[in-house]
Every structure is written in structure tokens, then in C-alpha cells.
């Protein structure tokens, strides 16, 4: 996972995924999850992505909103990210 000079509206960061970056939309999304998934709408296309790129878990809900959870590499995706790596 590295910071890369970005390109148009894609984020600068990888993922590790081959040429799989996220957006800026992806990164807000992921932050969401980990923090405040009571702001996150139940038609959120992000989430698609971030649980493709195995960042994001979605568990179905035994009522209500489903359960979001940040994985593993979800995690180490948004560590780096705070350290600027």
C-alpha cells in the first residue's frame, strides 16, 4: 500500500490490488464504516467496491441495516493512510 501521484478523480492511494485505487468516495466510505456507520445509507455503491476489494465486511442483518464491519486490511489500508505512507 503506497501513495501514488493521482489521477483525475481516482485517489492517490493503492490498495494492492494491481491498478485498483480508491476514490476519494471509497476513502470516505471507509472511514464511515469505521467510525460512524449510522451515516451510511443502505444504497451506498461504495460499499460494493470496498467489500471487492476486501476492505469492508457486510453481514446480514438479522433486523434493520445490515452490520458493517472494516476488515483487517481495511484497517491496515487506513493506518497507512494516517501515517501519510
Not at 492517490?12 to 464511515?32: P, R, Y
Request: with cysteine.
Amino acid at each position: 500500500m503506497a501513495f501514488h501521484a493521482h489521477d483525475g478523480w481516482r485517489s492517490a492511494f493503492d490498495v494492492g490490488e494491481g491498478d485498483a485505487m480508491l476514490s476519494h468516495h471509497e476513502l470516505s466510505t471507509l472511514l464511515l464504516v469505521k467510525d460512524a456507520t449510522e451515516h451510511i445509507g443502505p444504497d451506498c455503491l461504495e460499499l460494493g467496491a470496498l467489500r471487492d476489494l476486501q476492505l469492508v465486511e457486510i453481514e446480514p442483518p438479522e433486523s434493520g441495516q445490515p452490520l458493517l464491519r472494516v476488515t483487517q486490511r481495511g484497517d491496515a489500508v487506513l493506518r497507512a493512510f494516517a501515517r501519510g505512507a
